[in-house]
T-cell receptor
Framework: DADVTQTPRNRITKTGKRIMLECSQTKGHDRMYWYRQDPGLGLRLIYYSFDVKDINKGEISDGYSVSRQAQAKFSLSLESAIPNQTALYFC??????????????FGPGTRLTVL | GQNIDQPTEMTATEGAIVQINCTYQTSGFNGLFWYQQHAGEAPTFLSYNVLDGLEEKGRFSSFLSRSKGYSYLLLKELQMKDSASYLCAVRPRNNRLAFGKGNQVVVIP
């Protein structure tokens, strides 16, 4: 079984709709992250959480919100989707205990298309 | 902000050696990562460097020079399955990873 799972894997929606992307992990990691990837732009950090009570904005948080429901679950919401939010979204986790190494492990991604 | 620069694409022959470069300018430095990403799939961790020098892991090696803001990933004995994008990511002082745009490597027979 995969350590980091994302649902749904693909989603097509319309402008103005509310969308939730979910991430679950069985790695026992405290830290979780949401990134988006666009062609030619690389991975950009949206939000991150270092434990259940901690939420932090990344470089591109406008138009997004998150919820850390438990150590293992971190959800990303688009309150009112717009076409330029069409992208590949990745969740990642890290254990936060290995100093600066703190390697991040990525889920399989959610391909979101906003029409 | 952070600036991570990688060339966009290169083609190499099966069995050859390819070097992928990454230059960076960041606010502080707490390490550099290399990830491999096949098209449409998740990035997977390859290597981590925080001190100057070469780290070797099988067919893959990664080099870091902190004074030059430079790293490279060396792929030896190229295989078709090595066709992928290779992402350089730097951890600056704020500890939030900053990714480069990735370098697409195409391996041909």
């Amino acid at each position: 079984d995969a350590d980091v799972t994302q649902t749904p894997r693909n989603r097509i929606t319309k402008t103005g709709k509310r969308i939730m992307l979910e991430c679950s992990q069985t790695k026992g990691h405290d830290r979780m992250y949401w990134y988006r990837q666009d062609p030619g732009l690389g991975l950009r950090l949206i939000y991150y959480s270092f434990d259940v009570k901690d939420i932090n904005k990344g470089e591109i948080s406008d138009g997004y919100s998150v919820s850390r429901q438990a150590q293992a679950k971190f959800s990303l919401s688009l309150e009112s989707a717009i076409p330029n939010q069409t992208a590949l979204y990745f969740c990642a986790t890290s254990d936060g205990t290995s100093g600066y190494t703190d390697t991040q492990y990525f889920g399989p991604g959610t391909r979101l298309t906003v029409l | 902000g952070q600036n991570i620069d990688q060339p966009t694409e290169m083609t190499a022959t099966e069995g050859a050696i390819v070097q992928i470069n990454c230059t960076y300018q960041t606010s502080g430095f707490n390490g550099l990562f290399w990830y491999q990403q096949h098209a449409g799939e998740a990035p997977t961790f390859l290597s981590y460097n925080v001190l100057d020098g070469l780290e070797e892991k099988g067919r893959f090696s990664s080099f870091l020079s902190r004074s030059k803001g430079y790293s490279y990933l060396l792929l030896k004995e190229l295989q078709m399955k090595d066709s992928a994008s290779y992402l350089c990511a730097v951890r600056p002082r704020n500890n939030r990873l900053a990714f480069g745009k990735g370098n697409q490597v195409v391996v041909i027979p």
